[in-house]
C-alpha cells in the first residue's frame, strides 16, 4: 500500500522559513516523480512544485520560485520542501503526491504564517 | 497557464440518479505524445484528495465503475451513475499535458 507521511508544518511569522519534509513507503520510491500541491483554507488545489525520479528539474509554480526549495533523497524515500521567505498567502494545507501510475495523496500538512 | 472551467460549481443529486460534471479547457490538453493528461480528483469532506480517473476515462485502482469519463480536446465531462452517499465531496479536474499543472476550481456534490 502507498503511504506519504508529510512532517514539518506549523505556525510560522511572514518572513519566516519552514521546511516541510514527505516520507514515502509501499513501491518504488526511485522510479517516479514527486509532488508538493497545496490549498489554503476553504480554496481549490494549486501546484507549488515538482521534481523527477532521479532529481531532475525540480520545477516550481511562479508564485513559489526564488523562495522554495524542493529535494528528494531516494536513500531514505523523502522528498523536502525549503520554504523560505514565507507570505501569509502561502498559508494552507501542503500535499504531497507520487506521480507513480497514478496520483497518490499524502494527508497534508499544515503551514499557517502569520504574525 | 491552462485555464479549467468546470461547471456546474455545486451539484444537488438524489441517491441513485445520475450526475455530471464538465471540465473545459482554455486550450487542447491533447499532448505531443498522442495522450491526454486530464485526470478527476475526488475530495470527500475533511479527506486530501484521491485520484478517481487518469487520461481522460481510465478508472485508478478500487474506482468503482459509477465513475466514468470521456471527452477529448477541451472539453471533458465526469459521470457518476447510481450515486451513492459516499459521493459526497469536491471534484476537481485536473491538467498535465502542460505546465504547469493545473485544477479546475471544483465542483461540490451534494445529496
Known amino acids: 500500500e502507498v503511504q506519504l507521511v508529510e512532517s514539518g508544518g506549523g505556525l510560522v511569522q511572514p518572513g519566516g522559513s519552514l521546511r516541510l519534509s514527505c516520507s514515502a513507503s509501499?513501491?518504488?520510491?526511485?522510479?517516479?516523480?514527486m509532488y508538493w500541491v497545496r490549498q489554503a483554507p476553504g480554496k481549490g488545489l494549486e501546484y507549488v512544485s515538482s521534481?523527477?525520479?532521479?532529481?531532475?528539474?525540480?520545477y516550481y509554480a511562479d508564485s513559489v520560485k526564488g523562495r522554495f526549495t524542493m529535494s528528494r533523497d531516494n536513500s531514505k524515500n523523502m522528498v523536502n520542501l525549503q520554504m523560505n521567505s514565507l507570505r501569509t498567502d502561502d498559508t494552507a494545507l501542503y500535499y504531497c503526491?507520487?506521480?507513480?501510475?497514478?496520483?497518490?495523496w499524502g494527508q497534508g500538512v499544515l503551514v499557517t504564517v502569520s504574525s | 497557464d491552462i485555464v479549467l472551467t468546470q461547471t456546474p460549481l455545486s451539484s444537488p443529486v438524489t441517491l441513485g440518479q445520475s450526475a455530471s460534471i464538465s471540465c473545459k479547457s482554455s486550450?487542447?490538453?491533447?499532448?505531443?505524445?498522442?495522450?491526454?493528461?486530464l485526470s478527476w480528483l475526488q475530495q470527500r469532506p475533511g479527506q486530501p484528495p484521491r485520484l478517481l480517473l487518469s487520461k481522460v476515462s481510465t478508472r485508478f485502482s478500487g474506482v468503482p465503475d459509477r465513475f466514468s469519463g470521456s471527452g477529448a480536446g477541451t472539453d471533458f465531462t465526469l459521470t457518476i451513475s447510481r450515486v451513492e452517499a459516499e459521493d459526497v465531496g469536491l471534484y476537481y479536474c485536473?491538467?498535465?499535458?502542460?505546465?504547469?499543472?493545473?485544477f479546475g476550481q471544483g465542483t461540490k456534490v451534494e445529496i
Open positions: 509501499g513501491f518504488t520510491y526511485s522510479k517516479y516523480g
Open positions: 485536473m491538467q498535465a499535458t502542460h505546465f504547469p499543472p493545473t
Open positions: 503526491v507520487a506521480d507513480a501510475s497514478g496520483y497518490y
Open positions: 521534481i523527477t525520479s532521479n532529481g531532475g528539474g525540480p
Open positions: 486550450q487542447s490538453l491533447l499532448h505531443t505524445d498522442g495522450n491526454t493528461y
